[in-house]
């Protein structure tokens, strides 16, 4: 995981994901078109897919659908993609067609424990 240093706040900037679970998709002329141009979207703001749509093992709970991981460099370049016009352009063509949901995430720093989470400033 990549990390850089953001000299305004002193802050450590990670890696963002946007994570999808997709529960339901149809198959047709429009996801074939979603497919074929979401690369060029991505690339621009250093986003690569990690996983898309891969066999889960279900450890525990239920699980039903695909999960679709896409790494950037930061939350603001994720943030930007989602955004832009060229993704904007195309993504009607994935939610009229699918089921699911889509949050963008922070990752951790490398070196991260568990226990990171019970300092004061990530409960503040």
């Known amino acids: 995981m990549s990390m850089r240093k953001d000299t305004s706040r002193g802050e450590a900037n990670v890696a963002a994901y946007a994570?999808?679970?997709?529960?339901?998709?149809?198959?047709?002329p429009e996801i074939t078109k979603y497919l074929e141009?979401?690369?060029?979207?991505?690339?621009?703001?250093?986003?690569?897919?990690?996983?898309?749509?891969?066999?889960?093992?279900?450890?525990?709970?239920q699980w039903r659908g695909d999960v679709i991981i896409i790494e950037f460099p930061?939350?603001?370049?994720?943030?930007?993609?989602?955004?832009?016009?060229e993704y904007q352009a195309?993504?009607?063509?994935?939610?009229?067609?699918?089921?699911?949901?889509?949050i963008l995430v922070d990752g951790v720093p490398s070196g991260h424990h568990a226990t990171d989470i019970l300092a004061p400033s990530a409960t503040a």
């Open 90 to 102: 195309i993504l009607p063509w994935r939610t009229q067609n699918s089921d699911g949901t889509v």
């Open 19 to 28: 994570l999808a679970h997709i529960r339901f998709v149809r198959i047709g």
């Open 74 to 85: 930061d939350r603001d370049s994720a943030t930007r993609w989602y955004e832009s016009a």
């Open 37 to 61: 141009r979401i690369d060029a979207t991505l690339a621009p703001f250093g986003g690569h897919f990690l996983v898309h749509g891969n066999k889960a093992e279900i450890l525990e709970g």
